[in-house]
Each structure stands twice: as structure tokens, then as C-alpha cells.
């Protein structure tokens, strides 16, 4: 066996680790943003039909342009789109890494915002694409002007905004959306895994005439779907003709694709849950506070807890009592998914006792 270390690796890899939240197996498990609420029975049952009839044709590729699917998320989202302006993928990450291929490389440039999702500069490092992290205001925000003013300073190829952000939950404003779009020249793709827990519009209210705009979407945290691996993303169709030439052929299976339409058939019974979700983070939110810990306002399902002196002691000994946050490497801070009223009861619960 060899190592790592003797293998002729990109150099650029050379001392890399793969991404990935720790997966310990715990009872309460509130680490990375999934819907914990999982599925009903009358959603599985509908779920298994599908990919049963699928499966009696696995002998044959898939649609490769999955057009049923793409039209019943095009009549999800609504805004008048249509299924040229949808493009799917095995999760979000997978439709940004393709996002990457057909406008990053070595020849362009990406930026965002930091804090942020981690992938981003991951995906940046895949793609062979320079990746620029900006410093966000204070209280994490994104304000028009400064938004305006640091990429128009910095003339990117690619801007990527995260609205709700992860890890913070902070709210995007069209504002700060149309301010991004109006900076410069290239792609702007806003990442709205979350918006489903968001009180806010959606930026898919901005797509008409403004052909470089891309928003991604996943069936991931709202649809409880983390399983199944899907996303998807909204764009003019020039974009989605794009992302078809740089996907791998028959990159969606055909029960990825049975899937997803069973969950949208069913989607009014999997997004029941989204308004209880929002409850038990305001529950978090009001909880923590009267611990004398600080919550940042989120519009996510998650909310991230600044004022504990030592984040990691506290996150280890959560897990001694078998319950598992994020320690997502923002001094002081611990980011805690919204998950069951049983789930959040605990939560506080021992936290109350650890901080004590």
C-alpha cells in the first residue's frame, strides 16, 4: 500500500482533506442542516411507486434532458418559468460545480463573501478557478453599497451570494442582488438552499431580462430530501444549454429522477413541516439568549450562537450527551440546526447545564 504523498497528485491538491461535516452517530443530530422532521409514510409509499415503475426500465439509460422533471420544478417555483429555464443536478453542489466548468477556469475569477458556505472555494479549487473571499460587514450583512462597491473594485467573472448565508442564516435583499448584477459583467449565481425558511422574496422576482442571473435551489433542508441528492437551479436558457455541455452523459439516474418527482407531487405533505422548523428556531434563538449567548438573526433553518469562551469543550461535550452541532470555525460561535420541538427542548436543556 502507498501513500497519498507518493502519488504524481495535482499540485495543487497536495495537502487537501476532504470536505465534510464529522458524521458521528448520535441520537440528536443537528450538525449539518438537515430537515429531521423526515418523511411520512404517504410520501415514502409514493416515492417507492415511482421508482418501482423506473426500475422496470433500468436496462435503459435515463432522459438525459429529464424534461418531466424539469417542467414539474419549473411549476413549482412558478414566476412563469419553463422547463428550458430549469436545470437539475445530483445536488446543489453538483449543479454549482457544473455552474464552475461552463463559466470558471484558470482565465476567470470568483468571489463572495466570507463567511459563507465552504464549498464554494472548493468548488472554485475543482474548477481550476481563482477564488477571492471578501470580508462581510459587520453583523455578517450584505448591503447594497458595499456589495456595489467591492466588486466593481475587484471585476470578478463569477460573484456568488448565499442568501439565506450559511453559516450565519442573514437575509439577501433584491436589493443587494440587483446592486451585485449591476457591478459587473459576468455570471451572478445566488445560492438559495434556505429560501424556503426565509420571510423574504426570492430572487427568482429578478430573473426576467437579466440573463446572467442564476439561482440554485436544493430539495435537501425543506423537502427532508438530503437522501435523495437533488438540486436545481432557475436561469435564462442560454445558461441551461451551458450546464448541458459540460454535464457528464445521463448524469441523473432514473430513480434520482422518480424520486424527485414523487417528492414534488407530494410537496404540499413535505413542506408541512417548514413552519414548525421555523418555530423551533426562534425557540433557539429566545432560548440561548436567556443563557447569555448571542444568536445572529437567521432566516435559515439553523441559527448560529456567538458568546461561548470555548466553543470546540462545549461541542464535544454536546456530543458526550449524545447531541451533535456545527463548529464551523467562527471564533465563539456554534451553528445549531432547528430540528424537532423534542430536539430543541434537549438542546436547551443541556446546554442550560453545561453553561452553568
Same mark, same amino acid.
Given at each position: 500500500?502507498?501513500?497519498?504523498?507518493?502519488?504524481?497528485?495535482?499540485?495543487?491538491?497536495?495537502?487537501q482533506v476532504p470536505y465534510g461535516a464529522p458524521q458521528i452517530d448520535v441520537p440528536i443530530r443537528l450538525n449539518v442542516n438537515e430537515n429531521?422532521?423526515?418523511?411520512?409514510?404517504?410520501?415514502?409509499?409514493?416515492?417507492?411507486?415511482?421508482?418501482?415503475?423506473?426500475?422496470?426500465?433500468?436496462?435503459?439509460?435515463?432522459?438525459?434532458?429529464?424534461?418531466?422533471?424539469?417542467?414539474?420544478?419549473?411549476?413549482?417555483?412558478?414566476?412563469?418559468?419553463?422547463?428550458?429555464q430549469i436545470w437539475a443536478a445530483n445536488g446543489s453542489n453538483e449543479v454549482l460545480q457544473q455552474f464552475f466548468q461552463a463559466f470558471g477556469?484558470?482565465?476567470?475569477?470568483?468571489?463572495?463573501?466570507?463567511?459563507?458556505?465552504?464549498? *464554494?472555494?472548493?468548488?472554485?479549487?475543482?474548477?481550476?478557478?481563482? *477564488?477571492?473571499?471578501?470580508?462581510?460587514?459587520? #453583523?455578517?450583512?450584505?448591503?447594497?453599497?458595499?456589495?456595489?462597491?467591492?466588486?466593481? /473594485?475587484? /471585476?470578478? !467573472?463569477?460573484?456568488?451570494?448565499? =442568501?439565506?448565508?450559511?453559516?450565519?442564516?442573514? %437575509?439577501?435583499?433584491?436589493?443587494? &442582488?440587483? +446592486?451585485? *448584477?449591476? !457591478?459587473?459583467? =459576468?455570471?451572478?449565481?445566488?445560492?438559495?438552499?434556505y429560501q424556503e425558511f426565509a420571510d423574504g422574496p426570492s430572487a427568482l422576482t429578478l430573473l426576467s431580462d437579466r440573463p446572467r442571473l &442564476?439561482? !440554485?435551489?436544493?430539495?435537501? /433542508? %425543506?423537502?427532508?430530501?438530503?437522501?435523495?441528492?437533488? #438540486?436545481?437551479?432557475?436561469?435564462?436558457?442560454?445558461?441551461?444549454?451551458?450546464?448541458?455541455?459540460?454535464?457528464?452523459? *445521463?448524469?441523473?439516474?432514473?430513480?434520482?429522477? +422518480?424520486?424527485?418527482?414523487? %417528492?414534488?407531487?407530494?410537496? +404540499?405533505?413535505?413542506?408541512?413541516? &417548514?413552519?414548525?422548523?421555523?418555530?423551533?428556531?426562534?425557540?433557539?434563538?429566545?432560548?440561548?439568549?436567556?443563557? =447569555?449567548?448571542?444568536?445572529?438573526?437567521?432566516?435559515?433553518?439553523?441559527?448560529?450562537?456567538? =458568546?461561548?469562551?470555548?466553543?470546540?469543550?462545549?461541542?464535544?461535550?454536546?456530543?458526550? /450527551?449524545?447531541?451533535?452541532?456545527?463548529?464551523?470555525?467562527?471564533?465563539?460561535?456554534?451553528?445549531?440546526?432547528?430540528?424537532?420541538?423534542?430536539?430543541?427542548?434537549?438542546?436547551?436543556?443541556?446546554?442550560?447545564?453545561?453553561?452553568?
Amino acid at each position: 500500500m502507498t501513500n497519498l504523498e507518493n502519488l504524481p497528485l495535482r499540485p495543487d491538491l497536495a495537502g487537501q482533506v476532504p470536505y465534510g461535516a464529522p458524521q458521528i452517530d448520535v441520537p440528536i443530530r443537528l450538525n449539518v442542516n438537515e430537515n429531521t422532521h423526515g418523511i411520512s409514510e404517504q410520501v415514502a409509499l409514493r416515492i417507492v411507486e415511482r421508482i418501482a415503475e423506473a426500475a422496470l426500465t433500468l436496462n435503459r439509460y435515463p432522459d438525459r434532458e429529464f424534461m418531466e422533471l424539469r417542467g414539474m420544478l419549473a411549476e413549482f417555483l412558478g414566476e412563469g418559468l419553463t422547463p428550458e429555464q430549469i436545470w437539475a443536478a445530483n445536488g446543489s453542489n453538483e449543479v454549482l460545480q457544473q455552474f464552475f466548468q461552463a463559466f470558471g477556469g484558470p482565465e476567470a475569477t470568483a468571489l463572495s463573501f466570507d463567511p459563507t458556505y465552504s464549498m *464554494y472555494p472548493n468548488i472554485s479549487r475543482n474548477t481550476l478557478t481563482p *477564488y477571492v473571499s471578501v470580508p462581510r460587514e459587520e #453583523g455578517f450583512v450584505l448591503t447594497p453599497d458595499f456589495v456595489r462597491t467591492e466588486i466593481s /473594485k475587484r /471585476k470578478p !467573472s463569477i460573484v456568488i451570494l448565499c =442568501g439565506p448565508n450559511n453559516p450565519t442564516g442573514t %437575509a439577501l435583499s433584491l436589493e443587494t &442582488v440587483e +446592486a451585485a *448584477y449591476e !457591478s459587473f459583467d =459576468g455570471m451572478l449565481l445566488i445560492d438559495e438552499a434556505y429560501q424556503e425558511f426565509a420571510d423574504g422574496p426570492s430572487a427568482l422576482t429578478l430573473l426576467s431580462d437579466r440573463p446572467r442571473l &442564476v439561482i !440554485s435551489r436544493t430539495m435537501s /433542508k %425543506a423537502f427532508a430530501f438530503a437522501g435523495a441528492r437533488v #438540486g436545481y437551479m432557475a436561469a435564462d436558457p442560454a445558461v441551461v444549454d451551458a450546464m448541458r455541455i459540460v454535464r457528464l452523459p *445521463y448524469h441523473l439516474s432514473a430513480l434520482t429522477q +422518480a424520486a424527485a418527482m414523487a %417528492a414534488l407531487e407530494t410537496s +404540499a405533505e413535505l413542506l408541512r413541516s &417548514v413552519d414548525q422548523i421555523k418555530v423551533q428556531r426562534e425557540r433557539i434563538i429566545a432560548g440561548v439568549r436567556k443563557l =447569555g449567548l448571542s444568536p445572529y438573526p437567521s432566516e435559515a433553518n439553523f441559527v448560529l450562537v456567538d =458568546g461561548f469562551e470555548n466553543p470546540k469543550e462545549i461541542f464535544e461535550e454536546l456530543i458526550g /450527551k449524545g447531541i451533535i452541532v456545527r463548529d464551523v470555525g467562527i471564533p465563539g460561535c456554534l451553528r445549531i440546526t432547528a430540528g424537532t420541538e423534542a430536539e430543541t427542548t434537549r438542546l436547551l436543556g443541556e446546554l442550560a447545564l453545561l453553561l452553568d
